[in-house]
């Protein structure tokens, strides 16, 4: 897969989602780290260090329609069909390394119907790459169900606000049969975490209200972040401090529960508002993720776009 194979070349007359200003990091870190091809017809990536495992599985948690418009008629694939059309080369006359399963978690049956079709038409089985209707904190369990102890797993869990994702589910994800697996299941997060800034009242000096502290109590599995805000709200603190306290502290709770490896990247670095967070206890799985990170940083247009 070449870095914009992802690209659609046109619509598809289906309904597209706009896109914010973190979904490129978070399409192009994605793209690069499941598989890309270098100048040199080389595959990485996921798809590339899991080669000789029988089968490959990515779980889309927080699925949407498969496609975001970028405006002036770019629209380029979203999670889940970056996913199922990710290929890498495979040894000498041996078909490319891909997925061997795919399920898309949507809960809106609309969206559902719009990604189904999208996966259909790209010509994908049922076996293969399936939609899985329903709340990814409650339907995880049947998609986990399937996933065999020896196969490489990769989740994305990309909710839209506080409340779509709970830590219970990502412990979950995180420590499933890891007493069998010789390695847990990859996860990358989208944490909406800028979302909190605007329930604010800073003029006021006024924390969020209780329910929203609640909810990004249950995203994030722990409240040690709760001092920094509110020292924010005195004007004691910058929002990007609090910001990386509610970051850092999911992390840390990502290694409480068992991950070695932990690493994010922050849309924008500056005045943050969305992080894409990683987790593994594979070395080679982080070293692949920081190269992809570091690919999307060095992205001469992102200078062009003022993002860093
Ligand atoms: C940010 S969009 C996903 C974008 C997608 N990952 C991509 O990059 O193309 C979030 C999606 O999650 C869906 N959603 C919201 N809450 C959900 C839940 N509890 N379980 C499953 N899907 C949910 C929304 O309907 C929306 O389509």
């Given at each position: 897969m070449s870095a914009d194979s992802d690209i659609a070349s046109a619509s598809d007359g289906r309904p597209v989602d706009p896109a914010p200003a973190h979904t490129e990091m978070k399409l192009a870190v994605l793209s690069r780290y499941i598989g890309y091809v270098d100048e040199r017809g080389r595959g990485g990536g996921f798809l590339h260090a899991t080669r000789s495992a029988m089968y490959r599985r990515y779980i889309d948690g927080f699925a949407g329609v498969g496609r975001y418009d970028f405006g002036n008629g770019h629209v380029r694939d979203g999670s889940a069909l970056i996913a199922l059309r990710a290929e890498v080369p495979g040894a000498a006359g041996a078909s490319p390394i891909r997925f061997t399963h795919l399920r898309f978690v949507e809960l809106d049956d609309d969206r559902a119907n719009t990604l189904e079709a999208r996966t259909r038409a790209a010509g994908a089985t049922e076996a293969r790459a399936r939609v899985v209707r329903g709340d990814a904190n409650v339907v995880m369990v049947d998609a986990l169900n399937e996933v065999e102890d020896r196969t490489p797993t990769l989740v994305l869990l990309d909710p839209y606000d506080l409340d779509d994702l709970r830590f219970e589910t990502v412990r979950l994800i995180a420590t499933w049969h890891d007493s069998a697996r010789a390695r847990r299941i990859e996860q990358l997060v989208g944490l909406q975490i800028g979302r909190i800034r605007r329930q604010a009242n800073l003029e006021q000096g006024q924390m969020p209200s209780k329910v929203s502290l609640d909810q990004l109590e249950r995203l994030l599995g722990n409240r040690r972040w709760e001092p920094v805000m509110q020292e924010w709200v005195a004007g004691r603190r910058e929002w990007s401090e609090v910001f990386g306290a509610m970051r850092d502290s999911f992390e840390e709770e990502l290694r409480r529960i068992g991950y070695v490896y932990t690493r994010h990247c922050d849309?924008?670095?500056?005045?943050?508002?969305y992080s894409l967070v990683f987790a593994s206890d594979h070395k080679d799985a982080d070293t692949i993720m920081a190269g992809s990170i570091d690919h999307w940083r060095r992205d001469p247009k992102l200078r062009q776009r003022g993002l860093f």
């Open positions: 849309v924008d670095e500056r005045d943050p508002m």
